[in-house]
């Protein structure tokens, strides 16, 4: 089965139209491009729903021009996306395609990726097989997109020049058509049924065949005439012209047939005697010849598989993983070695992320989209963790805090217009690691928000006012 590729169009709002001649053109192609604008619908959460798009996605094209490149928002968080989901693949796939609009510098980010410059001629082109190779690397084939072919109408009608004779069109009998459409073994049996028909007719009524039934029979006329009609008259006349006097003869005789001749024959079934109902003749085998009662091993009950332990919280160390950060790997990972991530927000982006758990040699890290075989998928019993969040952070994400105590996953929420602070009074979040009811150990990180607009951070000149303490 051939497949569809699904692309994701991601773009500046200054591009709109542009791209929206890239979608028209990829779906004519046999393509299924996204578009945020096409594909999601009201109501929806825009930020989940390009999210699990850009998962899904065979392909992630950066539609870049000189409005985009140095544009802050959601184009930028797009593409941080998409080189997540890179991380994923394979090194041979074709999955992040810069798509270049106009002659513009390519961001750092995307540059180790061969772009396509689609203002170029042979820009669609190159693009259509950059996009089959990647289906095939894939295993999966799609079909080469062809040209429609031209509509060609029908001939104009051309009146006839004046004076010309038109000829008629000759009419055709409707009987003749459909005879000569017929099989030859239909012809032979509608002939034979027809013929038997009129000779029966002709019979009843007394009167020889036809010159037709004649010829259609074979039958010639010294043979019609040498037929004993008048055997065939007097024996037939009773029965094609009935009288009255017929009746009265031979409804006694049916009357007569009917009524019965013999008295009712009683049964002669005779019941059995009482001692029909019989008991089981069979001996009943003693339990001695069972074959079940013969003594067999015990079977023996498989080893259970040890449940590994932990080690002692002697050798236990945290890291936490803030996700969506300003910095290049777009993650900052912090421990007790550096618990103060510097300012690695800004005004307006959602805070979230994951912990890894080292207990002894056992690394617990859940922050791939499918455990792989053999990896555990939580973390074991009796062991668990707590997140604990700065007050007026909480504050500043509108209360949306809350965390997954087996997966060491967290999230706070989305920062408001007011929430930029300085790297000199930080936000703080503190993860806590118990096993059973004892706590083992626990870790707070530290870090600050930049000022959206960049004028300044809070406190600072051009800066908004420092959240409430």
């Not at 029966?200 to 259609?216: D, K, M, T, Y």
């Not at 009917?258 to 339990?287: I, R």
């Not at 809350?402 to 706070?412: E, H, I, L, Q």
Request: aromatic residues 8%; hydrophobic residues 35%; charged residues 25%.
């Amino acid at each position: 089965m051939e497949a569809t590729a699904q692309i994701f169009l991601s773009y500046a709002r200054e591009d709109k139209k542009e791209v929206e001649e890239l979608y028209q053109k990829l779906s004519g192609a046999g393509f299924k491009p996204w578009m945020d604008k096409e594909d999601i619908l009201a109501g929806e959460r825009w930020r989940s729903r390009i999210q699990r798009a850009i998962k899904r996605s065979d392909f992630f094209l950066a539609c870049l021009s000189e409005d985009s490149i140095d544009k802050r928002g959601v184009l930028q968080w797009e593409i941080k996306q998409a080189l997540d989901t890179w991380q994923e693949k394979l090194d041979s796939d074709i999955y992040l395609i810069p798509v270049r609009l106009e002659d513009c510098e390519v961001p750092e980010s995307l540059r180790e990726f061969h772009w396509v410059d689609l203002f170029e001629e042979d820009g669609w082109a190159r693009l259509l097989e950059a996009i089959r190779v990647g289906m095939e690397r894939r295993g999966k084939a799609i079909q080469p997109f062809q040209e429609p072919v031209p509509f060609e109408p029908y001939p104009a009608y051309e009146e006839p020049s004046p004076g010309a004779e038109i000829e008629p069109t000759p009419k055709k009998n409707p009987i003749k058509v459909w005879w000569s459409s017929q099989e030859s073994t239909v012809k032979a049996a509608l002939i034979g049924a027809t013929a038997t028909i009129l000779v029966a007719l002709n019979f009843f009524s007394g009167n020889p065949a036809p010159e037709i039934v004649r010829h259609v029979l074979g039958m010639n006329p010294t043979s019609m005439a040498s037929a004993p009609t008048a055997t065939s008259t007097s024996t037939l006349t009773p029965i094609s012209t009935p009288t009255p006097s017929h009746t009265p003869t031979w409804t006694p005789t049916s009357t007569a047939t009917l009524t019965p001749t013999q008295a009712p024959v009683s049964p002669t079934v005779t019941p059995e005697p009482p001692t029909a109902t019989k008991t089981p003749t069979h001996t009943p085998v003693p339990p001695t010849a069972k074959v079940t009662d013969t003594p067999r091993p015990p079977t023996p009950t498989p080893t259970p598989v040890p449940i590994v332990v932990p080690q002692p919280a002697g050798s236990i160390a945290l890291t936490i993983y803030l996700r969506d950060t300003l910095t290049e790997t777009r993650f900052a990972a912090l421990s007790d070695d550096r618990p103060n991530g510097g300012m690695i927000y800004e005004e307006g982006q959602f805070v979230y992320g994951e912990a890894a758990v080292q207990i002894g040699d056992t690394v617990y890290h859940f922050d791939k989209p499918e455990v792989g075989p053999g990896e555990p998928e939580q973390l074991p019993d009796p062991w668990r963790v707590e997140f604990e969040f700065a007050e007026e952070l909480v504050a500043r994400t509108g209360n949306q805090k809350g965390f997954d105590s087996k997966k060491a996953r967290f999230w706070v929420g989305r920062l408001d217009g007011d929430s930029a602070i300085d790297e000199n009074n930080p936000y703080s979040l503190t993860m806590k690691l118990y096993e059973g009811d004892a706590l083992r150990k626990s870790i707070q990180v530290f870090f600050a928000v930049a000022d959206a607009l960049g004028v300044g951070t809070g406190g600072g000149p051009g800066g908004k006012t420092p959240p409430p303490p």
